[in-house]
């Protein structure tokens, strides 16, 4: 069974278009995270979610737009695509959201990512 | 200055040679360290985990953390081909922050 997964795992589209990559995880973990990753495979957090909460909310245009319909599930929303857009984005669940107290709560399980291309 | 500074790399090696990947850190709070590997292709996932100054060791592998320093290792030994991956430091306390990965190939 897989613990996190998303759904394209690839995605190709013209410029200006909207789409969407969903995610879930089977772990029963309390918050869920959104990251970006270029080509030169820095990782950057986008969001995150604690129980259907946003907690996370860093620099991103807000062309994109996290949903979280129960703590399971936390889906991204993208507008207006462009070219920039294009990386890898990849979904991940923790117990627990980064805490000074969390400890390995706050390990964080990957999905096997969702490759953009926008053209 | 950023949170977490990882030595960039890439780095190639020879089948079973000792590979030092390194991590340095800006902020004293940050509690826990970790070690993600990601093939490539794949999704990162956690290698190794510690908490406190000191030596870690998981068969091969050995994480070892300076806090005093604010510097984190990763040690492997008798390194293999399948250990060619990308590793990168995340370090957390109210946030979790990665570094930027180090890209290691291991030749047969």
């Known amino acids: 069974d897989t613990a996190v997964s998303q759904t394209p795992k690839y995605l190709v589209t013209q410029m200006g278009n909207d789409k969407s990559i969903k995610c879930e995880q089977n772990l029963g973990h309390d918050t869920m995270y959104w990251y970006k990753q270029d080509s030169k495979k820095f990782l950057k957090i986008m969001f995150s979610?604690?129980?259907?909460?946003?907690?996370i909310n860093e620099t991103v245009p807000n062309r994109f737009s996290p949903k979280s319909p129960d703590k399971a599930h936390l889906n991204l929303h993208i507008n207006s695509l462009e070219l920039g857009d294009s990386a890898v984005y990849f979904c991940?669940?923790?117990?627990?959201?980064?805490?000074?107290?969390?400890?390995?709560?706050?390990?964080?399980?990957f999905g096997p990512g969702t490759r953009l291309t926008v053209l | 200055q950023k949170e977490v500074e990882q030595d960039p790399g890439p780095l190639s090696v020879p089948e079973g040679a000792i590979v030092s990947l390194n991590c340095t850190y800006s902020n004293s709070a940050f509690q826990y360290f970790m070690w993600y590997r990601q093939y490539s292709r794949k999704g990162p996932e956690l290698l190794m985990y510690t908490y406190s100054s000191g030596n870690k060791e998981d068969g091969r592998f050995t994480a070892q953390v300076d806090k005093s320093s604010k510097y984190i290792s990763l040690f492997i030994r008798d390194s293999q081909p399948s250990d060619s991956a990308t590793y990168l430091c995340?370090?957390?306390?109210?946030?979790?922050?990665f570094g930027t990965g180090t890209s290691l190939t291991v030749i047969p």
């Open positions: 991940a669940s923790s117990q627990d959201p980064p805490l000074l107290t969390a400890g390995v709560r706050n390990e964080q399980f």
């Open positions: 979610y604690n129980n259907k909460e946003l907690i």
């Open positions: 995340a370090i957390t306390g109210n946030q979790f922050y």
